[in-house]
């Protein structure tokens, strides 16, 4: 079992940066291909950004490329998400998800991911 706890979430304007943070627990973080996903109101949930298990790689929607940027420190079991040059698009709930196969990459598929947090809101205003 893998928990993931987020943060980081919060009122922004357009234009800031938030940075958002998920731990994980167990002790097995560095094996897991790690992902961010966002789902806003009355909308389907999509892949926001990957990054691989020693940190090496990462994949990004093109609707955030160049302005987020993911990373993760293996020893405390945490990924961030840099967000920057936020706009009223990006609000969302936020979530962090892990891939404990790792088959596929770049990591887009929601149903690869065996295990989700709770989610951060991100709220952007004009």
């Known amino acids: 079992q893998v928990q993931l706890v987020e943060s980081g979430g919060g009122l922004v304007q357009a234009g800031g940066s938030l940075r958002l943070s998920c731990v994980a627990s167990g002790r097995t973080f560095s094996s897991y291909t790690m992902g961010w996903f966002r789902q806003a109101p009355g909308k389907e949930r999509e892949f926001v950004g990957g990054i691989n298990r020693s940190g090496s790689g990462t994949d990004y929607a093109d609707s955030v490329k160049g302005r987020f940027a993911i990373s993760r420190d293996n020893a405390r079991n945490t990924v961030y998400l840099q967000m920057n040059s936020l706009n009223a698009k990006d609000t969302a709930a936020y979530y962090c998800?892990?891939?404990?196969?790792?088959?596929?990459?770049?990591?887009?598929?929601?149903?690869?991911?065996?295990?989700w947090g709770q989610g951060t809101q991100v709220t952007v205003s004009p």
């Open positions: 998800a892990a891939d404990l196969k790792g088959r596929y990459w770049p990591p887009t598929d929601s149903n690869d991911y065996a295990y």
